[in-house]
């Protein structure tokens, strides 16, 4: 498509340079993405396994609160004179006394269990007297029933209610309150049982909104979980759980692979049913959107790469070719063969400038006479101010600003910051028209006093120009540089508010454009100072785009026109352009024949 081309003495020329270099640019722009997507997903990896265990101690500690409302209640029930009622022997009461004692007793269990959120059954027994009372009303109780009752811990097991056989925790209470061990003659059984669903319920409430899966473990019981899980996957992940809780009994958060698979696991162990709580995510959803912004990522980078190298072989064949052309070219020239010409390519930038050298070749032999000498000059003071426009301060503060917006995530104001910034430099860039309408000149000032009063809204301006003047033609940035200089000499330090005023207006012989401000201006020594470079044609550094633009103005209108300066009434400096348009038509004729004019 293209091939490496080398300049003078073999050194490679700056199309390759600058292909090299974009090359290089890359290189790091995809290592410090790989470290900082590896650094977020670190931290991403951290931040949910903190998070998840809160959540699931969260869930722990509602689940325990729950269950020991229950057992609390067993105490309640058990100090019920009703339930003590039950350990009386019927021989001398009538039988009304203690059916009306287990009727009663039956509405307070009731009552009791539709207390609480959970499903739940509470049993009253009494071997004394041989009488059970519970809301289980299809469960027969006996006292060889209550031999192998659980009283320190819950008991997962199996019971007939009246929704069924449900997998149920059981608790028993013992009066007199003592362990029971020690029972050789208890007087009440008080049983509580609530259902394993009541729990699973709980976990489907828990994963809702989430990527988790969660699930209840006891190494001695069958794993309690919600109906919509993986069994296989659950299994194995048991099958590793003891692995897991080495480090931590009580709690944790690990990460852990099954099958290849990255999973974040975080489990907490209830103190009252003494079941782990465990959570486990897919690491691989989780990190969904980073991996998605990832390949994104990599495949705009593969695309631009590939749009690079394209557009590598058009800019070789548009820009660099005819770079060379010229090259050979001046290098004939230099020669003395004024007689070659360069073939015209491509209609674009190159043809215009391939044209004028051609154009130039011819004119090398004849243009001995002032005009020529004027021309020259001309071109020379163009290049100046050109020269003068290339601010390196100015670029490297809108670029910090357009950072200091991508880390504040500002992107409403980056795009109008960059949309203003794309005006000002394609009118500053563009070369194939050398003049221009006041109105352009003027959006090209707008545009680059928003680029300022975005960064500093200290800087307010106003225009006052007469319409009639907006269609007015002159030669291109010529009177941007005294808005310029305004903002650098004066702005920068000026404290507090600062305005610019533009006002523009016929006059008998001609018009004026003035910029004035309320900056901190300049002494009348100094300013005598300027007003006899400007006279000279000498300029200083911190009057050479004011200078060029006088030269630029007598160039093209006549000696009658040029800047002014002057003190303003606002406190700073009123530098403004005078044009006498009676001697236009004398002036700068040939040198503007040799360019489109537009309007």
Request: glycine share 6%.
């Amino acid at each position: 498509m293209f091939k490496i081309g080398r300049g003078t003495a073999g050194k490679m020329n700056v199309f390759t340079k600058v292909m090299i270099v974009i090359v290089l640019m890359l290189i790091p722009i995809f290592l410090m993405y790989n470290y900082s997507n590896n650094t977020s997903t670190d931290v991403v990896e951290q931040e949910l396994l903190q998070i998840n265990l809160n959540r699931v101690r969260f869930f722990v500690e509602q689940m325990d609160v729950e269950v020991d409302r229950l057992w609390r209640s067993a105490f309640v029930i058990a100090t019920d004179p009703d339930a003590l009622q039950l350990q009386l022997q019927p021989s001398s009461e009538p039988d009304y006394a203690l059916l009306a004692s287990k009727r009663l007793l039956q509405q307070k269990l009731g009552m009791q269990s539709n207390s609480f959120e959970w499903v739940n059954d509470f049993t009253v027994y009494s071997p004394h007297s041989d009488v059970a009372v519970s809301t289980n009303l299809t469960k027969h109780y006996f006292e060889s029933y209550f031999q192998n009752v659980s009283q320190q811990s819950w008991d997962y097991r199996v019971i007939i209610t009246d929704r069924g056989a449900e997998k149920s925790f059981v608790r028993d209470l013992v009066t007199p309150f003592e362990f029971y061990v020690q029972q050789t003659d208890p007087n009440i059984y008080v049983e509580v049982s609530f259902s394993s669903d009541n729990l699973v319920k709980m976990l489907e409430r828990f994963m809702q909104g989430g990527v988790g899966h969660t699930f209840l473990y006891h190494p001695d019981y069958e794993t309690i979980m919600p109906r919509d899980l993986n069994p296989e996957l659950i299994k194995r992940m048991v099958e590793q759980f003891d692995n897991i809780k080495e480090e931590n009994l009580n709690e944790g958060a690990v990460k852990i692979s099954l099958g290849n698979e990255p999973y974040l696991v975080n489990y907490v162990i209830s103190n009252s049913l003494g079941w782990y709580l465990v959570d486990y995510q897919p690491l691989k959803q989780v990190l969904m959107p980073i991996n998605h912004s990832k390949q994104m990522f990599y495949g705009a980078g593969l695309l631009l790469l590939v749009m690079g190298i394209a557009s590598a072989g058009l800019l070789y064949r548009n820009v660099q070719k005819p770079i060379n052309d010229l090259i050979r070219a001046v290098r004939l020239l230099r020669k003395g063969v004024y007689d070659h010409r360069i073939k015209l390519g491509p209609h674009n930038e190159f043809h215009f400038l391939i044209e004028q050298f051609n154009l130039m070749s011819e004119d090398i032999q004849t243009l001995i006479d002032k005009v020529y000498v004027e021309q020259l000059h001309a071109k020379e003071s163009s290049l100046k101010h050109l020269q003068a426009q290339i601010n390196p301060h100015f670029l490297y503060n809108n670029f910090a600003f357009i950072q200091s917006m991508a880390q504040l995530d500002r992107t409403n104001v980056i795009v109008a910051f960059t949309q203003h910034l794309s005006n000002y430099y394609r009118y500053t860039t563009r070369t194939e028209q050398q003049l221009t309408t006041l109105t352009e000149e003027m959006e090209l000032i707008r545009n680059y006093l928003e680029i300022h009063r975005m960064q500093s809204e200290r800087l307010y301006f106003y225009e006052y120009i007469d319409k009639e003047l907006m269609s007015i033609l002159m030669p291109r940035l010529l009177f941007q540089p005294l808005v310029e200089n305004a903002i650098v000499h004066g702005m920068e330090s000026k404290v507090g508010k600062f305005e610019i005023i533009v006002t523009g207006k016929r006059n008998t012989d001609g018009w004026e454009l003035f910029v004035e401000d309320n900056g901190v201006g300049m002494s009348s020594h100094d300013l005598e100072l300027l007003r006899h470079s400007l006279l000279i044609q000498k300029s200083s550094n911190h009057s050479l785009g004011i200078c060029n633009v006088h030269q630029r103005i007598k160039h093209y209108y006549g000696s009658s026109s040029g800047v002014m300066i002057e003190h303003s009434s606002l406190g700073g400096l009123r530098i403004g352009l005078t044009i006498r348009t009676e001697a236009i038509d004398d002036v700068g004729g040939s040198d503007r024949g040799r360019y489109s004019i537009s309007g």
